[in-house]
């Protein structure tokens, strides 16, 4: 699996990645820093943002930052600042287009498949994403999602692995089956509970890194060094930790933020924003909470105690009671990823079946892979989402940088 990724994500991908960052960072005018002039929106919007953080804050801000520091080193958490930084932009303009379309066209499918079929007039694309998302729904969306969860079950010796991940998808069925459609579920359950287990982390690692009493002065100069730094094994294969920092830091940023993969427009879309610009101002600004934020809180957490894991780092200061906080922070962002991306499949299924899809039948399915996932090892489904991210990620920047392009040319 890692060998594929490899290759997927090798220098071609890194590069039409961040080439496209700094593309959509000028042509939005330096969104990032003009975020207050868009921030409005009503009560229907502020659901819709609740719903596309419960999935993107999944367990990629703990579980995958940590493995982006153990794989990639401390340098991988500037790529991850990179992939944020840039990604804000990239949100933004997605879900700009994301708003201009469903404007546009009331009584069509929302979503990135909108603007990829009418926008560039490939139906083929738009059914290429979708199918990928679809995929992405059961694979990232559920399956990494509940093996972390289960993994951090296990490891406290509560229950055993493959028990916590069948728990926690029959837990999810109520939830998802107590509506007809997954999103209004999604949605009224992300308004509940995003805030509330966002504030709960945070306050937990900021507590952990005062206690520690580490320099951050130090913390900034060991990540920065290692980005850019060339760390040589012995046989002189110069840069080869520094193009796995940049190759997996970008990789589990995107995993955890998800810009550029066109996810969030799928929720958004059906928001009720005041503008197309105020949803792609929101988006940007998930990215800042979602990578900036929480996983920079994860990261300094994990290299101020110098411990691998954030269960390792809490146990060490907090004892026994650390490590279940942690366990219980990994619980509650993994199940409200798991709604939200339960939301997203659900979209794109109706896509492609052209609403006629069978929703009990998806719902009975997704469930069922969670709970699948208490008996697979969590690198093998975190390798799979990587692979299956780049089959998302293309068609939807293509679309995005090309019908970017077209309207500066038309508005000219």
């Known amino acids: 699996m890692e060998t594929i990724n490899a290759v997927l994500w090798g220098p071609f991908t890194v590069g039409a990645i961040l080439l496209c960052g700094i593309y959509h960072t000028y042509k939005s005018g330096f969104i990032q820093l003009r975020l207050k002039k868009y921030l409005s929106g009503g009560k229907s919007s502020g659901r819709a943002v609740m719903s596309a953080l419960a999935a993107s804050m999944g367990t990629g801000n703990i579980t995958g930052c ?24 990239l949100a933004y303009s997605e879900n700009r287009l994301g708003g201009e379309y469903a404007e546009k066209y009331p009584y069509e499918a929302k979503g990135p498949m909108l603007y990829i079929e009418k926008g560039t007039g490939s139906k083929k694309l ?14 990232m969306g559920c399956m990494s999602q509940t093996a972390a969860l289960s993994e951090a079950v296990g490891e406290q010796g509560i229950i055993p692995k493959w028990a916590a991940g069948i728990v ?3 837990a999810a069925a109520f939830v998802i089956f107590s509506s007809e459609k997954a999103a209004d579920a999604a949605m009224n359950a992300a308004e ?29 100069r060991e990540i920065f060094t290692e ?3 060339f760390r040589a094994a012995a046989g002189g294969i110069f840069g ?33 924003f005041s503008s197309p610009e105020s949803m792609g101002a929101w988006a940007a600004l998930e990215v800042f909470l979602d990578t900036i934020v929480c996983c920079t809180l994860t990261a300094f957490a994990i290299l101020s105690s110098g411990r691998e894991t954030l269960a390792e780092a809490f146990t060490l200061c907090f004892g026994i009671g650390g490590g279940i906080f942690i366990c219980l922070c990994v619980c509650l962002f993994a199940w409200a990823a798991v709604l939200g991306w339960c939301c997203y499949g659900e979209k794109c299924l109706d896509y492609l079946s052209n609403g006629k899809s069978p929703s009990v039948l998806y719902k009975l399915v997704f469930c069922i892979c969670g709970a699948a996932a208490g008996f697979i090892s969590l690198e093998l ?12 990620i293309f068609p939807n920047l293509i679309a995005v940088t090309v019908l970017t392009a077209r309207g500066d040319k038309e508005n000219n």
Not at 77 to 87: D, E, K, P, Q, R
Not at 126 to 139: H, R
Not at 200 to 219: E, N
Request: charged share 5%; with cysteine; glycine share 12%.
């Open 66 to 89: 940590a493995a982006a520091i153990c794989t990639g080193g401390p340098g991988a958490v500037f790529w991850m600042w990179i992939s944020a930084v840039l990604g804000m932009a």
């Open 126 to 139: 738009a059914v290429i994403y979708a199918a990928a998302c679809l995929c992405a729904a059961f694979v």
């Open 168 to 170: 926690s998808s029959v």
């Open 192 to 220: 509940k509970l995003v805030p509330f287990m966002g504030l709960l982390y945070a306050g937990g690692c900021i507590a952990l890194i005062i206690l520690t009493d580490s320099s951050l002065t130090s913390i900034f």
């Open 227 to 229: 980005a850019f730094t």
């Open 240 to 272: 080869a930790a520094m193009s796995k920092a940049v190759s997996v830091g970008l990789r589990r940023g995107i995993f955890s933020n998800e810009a550029g993969m066109g996810s969030s427009v799928l929720v958004h879309s059906d928001g009720g």
């Open 381 to 392: 489904l975190f390798g799979l989402s990587d692979i299956i991210n780049v089959f998302l």
